[in-house]
C-alpha cells in the first residue's frame, strides 16, 4: 500500500489560531529564536517567537535544507547541482535556497522517496535536477 505526504496536520502556531494545516506553508525561516513562516495566501511572511526545532517535530514530511530553512517538498520546482557538494533549490514561488553539504544526498533520498510514492505514474515529476553551467575560475594574480 503507498503512503502520502501527511500534510494536513493540524499545526499550532502560537498567536496565529487560524491557521489550521501545513499545507497552506510553503516554508519556515528559522533565525535564533524566531521563525519566519511563508504561508501561500499572505505576501508577507509571519514572526512566531518559537524555534525551528519546535515546527520541524511538528511537520515531519518538511525538508531541513540548512540550519536555517525548513521547506514544503511540495513546492520544490528545481534542484540545481553547482558540483558535487553544491547545491540549490528552487521553489514555486521563485525563492532560491542554497543546501547545506551535509543535507544534500538527505535531500536527494527524500526527493526520490516521495517520487515512488506518487499514485499517478503518468505525470512527470513535481521537480527537476539541473546541471549548473560550468564558470570560468581565473587564478589570483
Same mark, same amino acid.
Given at each position: 500500500m503507498?503512503?502520502?505526504?501527511?500534510?494536513?496536520?493540524?499545526?499550532?502556531?502560537p498567536g496565529?489560531?487560524?491557521i489550521q494545516d501545513a499545507?497552506?506553508?510553503?516554508?519556515?525561516?528559522?533565525?535564533?529564536n524566531y521563525t519566519l513562516i511563508?504561508?501561500?495566501? @499572505?505576501?508577507?511572511?509571519l514572526l512566531v517567537s518559537k524555534s525551528?526545532?519546535?515546527? +520541524? &517535530?511538528? /511537520?515531519?514530511?518538511?525538508?531541513r535544507v540548512s540550519k536555517s530553512s525548513l521547506i514544503n517538498p511540495t513546492d520544490i520546482v528545481k534542484?540545481?547541482?553547482?558540483?558535487?557538494r553544491k547545491m540549490e533549490i528552487e @521553489?514555486?514561488?521563485?525563492?532560491?535556497?542554497?543546501?547545506?553539504?551535509?543535507?544534500? +544526498? &538527505?535531500? /536527494?533520498a527524500v526527493l526520490q522517496k516521495q517520487e515512488d510514492r506518487r499514485s499517478l505514474p503518468q505525470r512527470g515529476p513535481a521537480w527537476?535536477?539541473?546541471?549548473?553551467?560550468s564558470q570560468l575560475i581565473r587564478p589570483y594574480k
Amino acid at each position: 500500500m503507498r503512503t502520502q505526504l501527511n500534510l494536513t496536520l493540524p499545526i499550532q502556531i502560537p498567536g496565529y489560531r487560524h491557521i489550521q494545516d501545513a499545507q497552506s506553508i510553503r516554508r519556515l525561516q528559522g533565525s535564533g529564536n524566531y521563525t519566519l513562516i511563508y504561508l501561500r495566501e @499572505l505576501d508577507k511572511p509571519l514572526l512566531v517567537s518559537k524555534s525551528l526545532i519546535y515546527f +520541524a &517535530e511538528q /511537520l515531519p514530511d518538511f525538508i531541513r535544507v540548512s540550519k536555517s530553512s525548513l521547506i514544503n517538498p511540495t513546492d520544490i520546482v528545481k534542484v540545481i547541482r553547482w558540483d558535487a557538494r553544491k547545491m540549490e533549490i528552487e @521553489l514555486s514561488d521563485g525563492t532560491t535556497l542554497p543546501v547545506a553539504r551535509r543535507r544534500s +544526498a &538527505e535531500l /536527494l533520498a527524500v526527493l526520490q522517496k516521495q517520487e515512488d510514492r506518487r499514485s499517478l505514474p503518468q505525470r512527470g515529476p513535481a521537480w527537476t535536477i539541473q546541471l549548473a553551467p560550468s564558470q570560468l575560475i581565473r587564478p589570483y594574480k
